[in-house]
C-alpha cells in the first residue's frame, strides 16, 4: 500500500542553523500538509499546500518556515533560522481529493533536536 | 474552550479485554469528521477510524469501533479484545467545514493505554 515517506527520521541541527525536512506525499497525491507534536505535547497544524501555493496557514507558521513541491515529488518544509523551540516530531501528509471524508494519512515523522 | 477533550490521560486495561477510550468535542459546525489516531512509542501517527457528523451509523474498523454520540457531542474509541501491541497513546481529533484545501485536524491531548498481560 503506498505511503508517505519522510527523511530523515531523526535531524539533530544548531540553534540558528537552517534546516529541511523532506517527504515524498503519495503518487497521484495533490494537497499537502506539515504538522507538529511537540515533545509530551499535542500534534498542531502548520501549513496545508496545494497548486503550489499555500492554501492556509496557522500562528506557528511564522516567516522562518516556508514549504516547497520542489521537483514534484518532493515536498518540503525549510526553517531557516531554528530555535530551541523548534525541536519537535514534525509530520507531513496528504491526500488526492479534498473531500470531506477523506482520511488524512502520516508520514512516520521527522524527529527534529536543535541544540 | 477545548475543541477536543480526552479526559483519560492514561488508561489500563487487561489482555483481551474491551477498553473506552473517551473524547467529548465542540463545534457549532454541522459538518465535521472526527478521528482517532494511535501513536506507538516509535512516534509514526496511525489512522484508526474516522466517523462523519452525516454517518448514519457508527463507524467500525477491525477490533476499533467508535460510539458516536452525536447530541452529546462525543466520539469515543472502543477497542476489543485488546493487545499487547495495541499500548501506546490514542489521539482523537476533528476536522471542521473548512474552505477547501484547508485539512486542519484539531487534536486532543492523547489518552497513554496500556494494555496488561
Known amino acids: 500500500e503506498p505511503e508517505v515517506t519522510q527523511t530523515p527520521s531523526h535531524q539533530v541541527t544548531q540553534m540558528g542553523q537552517e534546516v529541511i525536512l523532506r517527504c515524498v506525499p503519495i503518487?497521484?497525491?495533490?494537497?499537502f500538509y506539515w504538522y507538529r507534536q511537540i515533545l509530551g505535547q499535542k500534534v498542531e497544524f502548520l501549513v496545508s499546500?496545494?497548486?503550489?501555493?499555500?492554501?492556509?496557514k496557522s500562528e506557528i507558521f511564522d516567516d522562518q518556515f516556508s514549504v516547497e513541491r520542489p521537483d514534484g515529488s518532493n515536498f518540503t518544509l525549510k526553517i531557516r533560522s531554528t530555535k530551541l523551540e523548534d525541536s519537535a516530531m514534525y509530520f507531513c501528509?496528504?491526500?488526492?481529493?479534498?473531500?470531506?471524508?477523506?482520511?488524512?494519512?502520516f508520514g512516520s515523522g521527522t524527529q527534529l533536536s536543535v541544540l | 474552550a477545548q475543541k477536543i477533550t480526552q479526559t483519560q490521560p492514561g488508561m489500563f486495561v487487561q489482555e483481551k479485554e474491551a477498553v473506552t477510550l473517551d473524547c467529548t468535542y465542540d463545534?457549532?459546525?454541522?459538518?465535521?469528521?472526527l478521528f482517532w489516531y494511535k501513536q506507538p512509542s516509535s512516534g509514526e501517527m496511525i489512522f484508526l477510524i474516522y466517523?462523519?457528523?452525516?454517518?448514519?451509523q457508527n463507524a467500525t474498523e477491525g477490533r476499533y469501533s467508535l460510539n458516536f454520540q452525536k447530541a452529546r457531542k462525543s466520539a469515543n474509541l472502543v477497542i476489543s479484545a485488546s493487545q499487547l501491541g495495541d499500548s501506546a497513546m490514542y489521539f482523537c481529533?476533528?476536522?471542521?467545514?473548512?474552505?477547501?484545501?484547508?485539512?486542519?485536524?484539531?487534536f486532543g491531548k492523547g489518552t497513554k493505554l496500556s494494555v496488561i498481560p
Open positions: 501528509a496528504s491526500i488526492r481529493e479534498d473531500r470531506f471524508n477523506e482520511k488524512l494519512f
Open positions: 503518487s497521484n497525491h495533490l494537497y
Open positions: 499546500f496545494y497548486n503550489n501555493e499555500i492554501s492556509e
Open positions: 463545534t457549532s459546525d454541522p459538518s465535521y469528521g
Open positions: 466517523q462523519g457528523s452525516y454517518d448514519q
Open positions: 481529533a476533528m476536522r471542521e467545514g473548512r474552505r477547501a484545501g484547508s485539512y486542519q485536524l484539531t
